[in-house]
C-alpha cells in the first residue's frame, strides 16, 4: 500500500511539473522607445500573453538593427530580434558562423530608403555621388558607425566600390538636416516607414535646402540577403507622403525598398514548442503591424 502511494505522489508531482512549468521567456530586441520596431515588439508580446509555452519581453533602445544583432548573435541580451535585412547581409560577410545562427521567422512592414540631398549640390538621385565624388565635393551623412544607414551604405559599396570614395559623416538627425541643406554635406540617408518624423521635419522645417532625391542604381539589384534572396526591390514614395516642400502632391520618388524581419537566433531558442508559438504570436501581430506601418 505504501509503495502505491509512493507510485502516486511520484506522479502527481511529475504532472505537477509539467503542467505548471513556466513559460519559455523570448527576449525580443526592437528599437528606440515609440519607434516601428518597438511597437511591432509590443503587438507580437501582446499576442504571446496567457500562451503556456512563450512570454516575450520586449528590449528597447538598443540602437536598431545592428544593436539588435550585437545582443542577439555577437553577445548576450536577446533571443530574437526586429531588423532590417541590410543588417544580416553584413553579418555575413563579416562573420559567416554567427550569421548561420540568425534565422528570418516573417517579414513585417515595408521601409524605404529616404535620399535627401542639397538643393544646391544639384544631386537628383543617389548614384550621381559616385561620379567624382571626391573631385565634385561630394559627401554623405550616415550617422554612427552601425546605423541603418550606416548598414545600407555597407552594402551600396560592397555592389559598387566608387561608393566607397564619397567621404562619410557620422551627422545624424536634425544636425544632418541642416548641414544638408546648408551644402554643407550633400547628401543623408534615412531609413524608414513611409511617414518618418525624422523626413516630416525636413519637409516642413528645412524644405527650402533639401531635395527628396531617387535610389535607382542598378547595381544594387545584384544584393542578396544570407538565403540568397534579393535585398532591395525598389518602388515610389508615393506623391503627397511629405507634400509641404519635398514632393508636392504630383510627384512619387523611386528609391529601394525592403521589408523589416523578425529574426530568432536558432542555438538559443531551442525548445520547438516555444519556436512555434512564438512564430504564431508574430503570425497574428503582423496584420495589425502592416496595417500601421505599410505592406
Known amino acids: 500500500m505504501r509503495t502505491l502511494s509512493l507510485l502516486a505522489a511520484s506522479s502527481l508531482a511529475l504532472f505537477a511539473s509539467h503542467a505548471f512549468a513556466a513559460p519559455t521567456e523570448i527576449k525580443l530586441c526592437t528599437g528606440i522607445d515609440g519607434g516601428p520596431y518597438a511597437?511591432?515588439?509590443?503587438?507580437?508580446?501582446g499576442m504571446a500573453k496567457g500562451d503556456p509555452n512563450i512570454s516575450v519581453r520586449v528590449v528597447m533602445d538598443t540602437g536598431g538593427t545592428w544593436g539588435n544583432i550585437q545582443r542577439t548573435v555577437l553577445g548576450e541580451g536577446c533571443d530574437a530580434m526586429i531588423g532590417q535585412?541590410?543588417?544580416?547581409?553584413v553579418l555575413k560577410r563579416q562573420n559567416p558562423g554567427a550569421a548561420a545562427s540568425l534565422k528570418p521567422i516573417a517579414d513585417l512592414h515595408r521601409e524605404y530608403l529616404h535620399a535627401l540631398c542639397s538643393k544646391e549640390s544639384g544631386v537628383d538621385d543617389i548614384g550621381d555621388l559616385e561620379s567624382s565624388p571626391k573631385a565634385n565635393g561630394y559627401s554623405i551623412a550616415l550617422g554612427d558607425t552601425g546605423s541603418g544607414a550606416w548598414l545600407i551604405w555597407q552594402n551600396f559599396v560592397a555592389q559598387d566600390s566608387d561608393y566607397g570614395e564619397v567621404p562619410v559623416k557620422n551627422e545624424s538627425g536634425v544636425i544632418a538636416l541642416a548641414s544638408v541643406a546648408a551644402n554643407e554635406t550633400t547628401c543623408v540617408l534615412q531609413?524608414?516607414?513611409?511617414?518618418?518624423?525624422?523626413?516630416?521635419?525636413?519637409?516642413?522645417?528645412?524644405?527650402?535646402g533639401l531635395a527628396l532625391v531617387g535610389v535607382n542604381d542598378r547595381d544594387f539589384d545584384n544584393a542578396t540577403d544570407p538565403q540568397g534572396k534579393p535585398l532591395y526591390t525598389y518602388s515610389k514614395i508615393p506623391s503627397?507622403?511629405?507634400?509641404?516642400?519635398?514632393?508636392?502632391?504630383?510627384?512619387?520618388?523611386?528609391?529601394?525598398?525592403?521589408?523589416?524581419?523578425?529574426?530568432?537566433?536558432?542555438?538559443?531558442?531551442?525548445?520547438?514548442?516555444?519556436?512555434?508559438?512564438?512564430?504564431?504570436?508574430?503570425?497574428?501581430?503582423?496584420?495589425?503591424?502592416?496595417?500601421?506601418?505599410?505592406?
Open 85 to 89: 535585412p541590410d543588417g544580416a547581409a
Open 39 to 45: 511597437e511591432a515588439g509590443k503587438m507580437i508580446a
Open 191 to 208: 531609413p524608414a516607414a513611409l511617414g518618418n518624423s525624422l523626413v516630416r521635419q525636413a519637409d516642413e522645417q528645412f524644405g527650402d
Open 240 to 295: 503627397g507622403t511629405y507634400a509641404k516642400s519635398l514632393q508636392g502632391w504630383f510627384s512619387g520618388k523611386s528609391t529601394v525598398t525592403w521589408l523589416a524581419k523578425v529574426y530568432v537566433n536558432s542555438d538559443r531558442i531551442t525548445d520547438q514548442k516555444a519556436l512555434a508559438a512564438f512564430i504564431t504570436a508574430v503570425a497574428r501581430a503582423k496584420p495589425a503591424i502592416q496595417a500601421q506601418y505599410g505592406k
